[in-house]
Structure formats: C-alpha cells, structure tokens
C-alpha cells in the first residue's frame, strides 16, 4: 500500500474505494442503536467473528487474530441510512493489514472488502434481497452504517465471489492502473511484479490484449509455469531462484521496460530502475515486500527516474470509482467470451480467514484468495 494510503485513511471512508467501515466499535455502537430504536430489532443468536486480538508487530501471524462466536443482538434499523446484510465472501488482500494495523481496535472484528445479502434497510437505494460489495466486517453478520458507499450487484450471471477481485477492487485496480495510469502504447514492453496475484493476473491480461510484450515475477516455478501457459505472460521468472534480479529483467526484457506495473517495491523496484526505457512509466499500486518490516528498504538507483525521464505515480482506485460502471461494460463482455481468465484460490469458512489472510504475504495463494462465510 502506497504511502498516501497509510497516512491519509479518513475515519469515515476506505481509502481504497471511498467505502465505510463501521467497525470502529461494534459493541458501543450496537449498544447505542439498540437504546436509540428498541422497536426494530433483529436478533442474532450467534454472529462468528474474526477478531483483532494481538496488535501486528513485524509479520501479521494467525496468532494475531481469532475467531469468536458473539451472541449479542444486532440491530437492522439502527437509524436513517443503516443496512444489516448477511456476509456470504470476504476478500483477502495486501490493504488488509494496512486496515488492521491502522483503523481497527484491538477486540473489534476485522473489515474488508467482501459480498452481502442485504437482510434489512434504511437506504433508498437498498431493499431487503438486496446483494452488494464493499467494505463489511469479517464475520456472519454486519451492520453497514454508509451503505451508499457500496455497489449494489446487477449483473448475477457471474459468480458472486467475482465481486470480491475480478469485478470488485482488484478488477478496477488493475483496469484503471494500466489504461488510465500507466498510458500504455500497443507494442510496449510491460512488467509485472507479483503477477501471480489478484491484481496483477489481470494487468498482464489487459496488456496482452491491448498488444503488449507482458513480462511478471512470482514466487514459485508453479506459478511462473500457471503465468506463461494459462494467463499468456510472454515471460515470467521466480524472483526467489534468482540471485541477480537485473540479471532476471535483462534476459526477460532485452530491451528494457516501457511500463512496470509496482506492487512489490524494494529490491525489486531498484533493479527495474536499472531497466527502464527512456519514457518509461512506473505505476505504483503496492509495496507488499515492505508491509511487514519494521525498518522499510532504501531506494538507490532513483537518479535514473531523471537520467532516463521516467515518470513514476501512485494511485488509489477510489480516485477512478466513477469509471465502474465502464469497466463493467468492458470486463463483463470478455468474461462471457473467455477472453478473461479468472482464477480464485477459496477458503471454506470464516474460521479459515486468519490463516488464509496470513497466507496471502508468503504467496500461498494462486489468484484471488478468497473465504467463503455462507454459500446461497
């Protein structure tokens, strides 16, 4: 997560998408809500959780959360604007920690992004049946308290856990990172670190399909087999084998990098500096490489950014939600035609969030990790 991220996430928006969470302090607001409006309860004999139960220092580790069934009630009509939904997907992702670390109180459930079954309403753009996406807690039920923040579903011919990567935040990343940020060019060599992952897969897609030379790192032989024969990477390696990464970009982009999409920073970012073209772009959408170290890696061969005239900018997806709705009409045609290939790596159950989570920072999963709370 860029540094803008981190030190500017509002109170009452994500700083990913503009979405709310309402977690702050589920047990003060819940009490709050029921004293407000005693007439409109509705009660939840078990709500499960995943809780922040250790503060993160270094590595995020299972040990850091727990699960836990709550028996409190929860109240639907809370107030003007207030939805109770039924959590059916979480996803898991590198903003996750960032959203721990910084926004949620030890003892409350965590939030992300997830799926939902709208149970009862308040909003007038929401009835009951309801199913949308955007930031909910980790856990069976929630009380979203912004509701107009989130995206009502239309389009249910696809999976519903789609909407969690493909048609949620990493599918509006990757598109408006590539066409909107990077200004690609058809021919350009394009490079993708951590390409294996939710976001990354579907660069290296749209830049194939623009007409794009595609080139990713990843962290397993698997993985870098999966990205040249299932995704159509023209290239790949395992930055892991790899005991000279200029050496690695310099075989697999002889003639250097026009585009590097960045989502891993440190070591990797210093040694594409070294391999970008003149004009090149670097697009900074993450720095998972640094997210679990309490002393962050130095950058040292950023002259180059003025030798070779290269223009590097970090983005946050929120600044381009108003461009969903042609996203939609872009990604939805390719996935019916198959042009899109999509691939979840899926966790039954919330009791299995904590280690799939933790899992996402060693790159256990390949593609969109994703828990299932409650499959309709």
Same mark, same amino acid.
């Given at each position: 997560m860029s540094a803008y991220l981190i030190t500017h996430l509002p109170i009452n928006t994500s700083a990913l998408f503009g979405y709310v969470s309402n977690q702050s302090n589920p047990r003060r607001e819940r009490k709050a809500m029921e004293k407000e409006n005693n007439d409109a309860l509705v009660e939840v004999m078990s709500n499960k959780q995943v809780i922040y139960r250790e503060q993160v220092r270094g590595s995020l580790k299972e040990t850091n959360l727990e699960v836990?069934? $709550? $028996?409190?009630r929860l109240k639907a009509n809370s107030g003007p604007g207030t939805i109770f939904v039924k959590n059916l997907y979480l996803a898991c992702d590198p903003?996750? @920690?960032t959203i721990i670390k910084y926004l949620t109180q030890l003892g409350s459930p965590v939030t992300g992004y997830g799926v939902a079954r709208v149970l009862e309403s308040r909003h007038p753009n929401f009835k009951k049946g309801d199913l949308v996406w955007g930031i909910t807690g980790w856990e069976e039920y929630s009380i979203i308290t912004a509701p107009e923040t989130c995206f009502k579903i239309k389009h249910t011919n696809v999976p519903l856990s789609y909407y969690t990567g493909l048609l949620g935040m990493p599918g509006m990343t990757a598109y408006a990172g590539f066409f909107e940020v990077s200004s690609p060019k058809k021919g350009e060599t394009v490079f993708i670190s951590a390409a294996a992952g939710a976001v990354g897969l579907l660069v290296? =897609?749209?830049?194939?399909m623009f007409g794009c030379y595609v080139v990713g790192s990843t962290g397993s032989k698997e993985k870098v087999d999966l990205l040249k024969t299932k995704f159509g990477f023209d290239d790949a390696f395992n930055y892991k084998e790899e005991l000279d990464l200029d050496a690695a970009l310099?075989? +697999? +982009?002889?003639?250097g990098i026009d585009i590097y999409f960045e989502n891993v920073g440190g070591k990797? @970012?210093?040694a594409v500096l070294l391999n970008m073209k003149l004009h090149g772009r670097i697009t900074v959408c993450g720095m998972i490489s640094q997210y679990n170290l309490q002393q962050r890696e130095g950058i040292h061969n950023l002259m180059n950014l003025i030798l070779k005239r290269v223009r590097m900018e970090g983005f946050v997806v929120s600044d381009y939600q108003h461009l969903y709705? /042609?996203? @939609?009409?872009? !990604? @939805?045609?390719q996935i019916k035609e198959g042009k899109i290939v999509y691939t979840e790596d899926i966790a039954e159950g919330l009791e299995s969030g904590p280690a799939a989570l933790v899992g996402v920072f060693s790159g256990r999963n390949v593609g /969109? =990790? %994703?828990? !299932? %709370? $409650?499959?309709?």
């Open positions: 836990r069934t $709550s $028996s409190e903003y996750n @920690l290296g =897609q749209f830049a194939k310099k075989r +697999c +982009c002889p003639e990797m @970012l210093d709705p /042609k996203f @939609l009409e872009t !990604v @939805l045609p /969109k =990790q %994703v828990v !299932v %709370v $409650s499959r309709e």
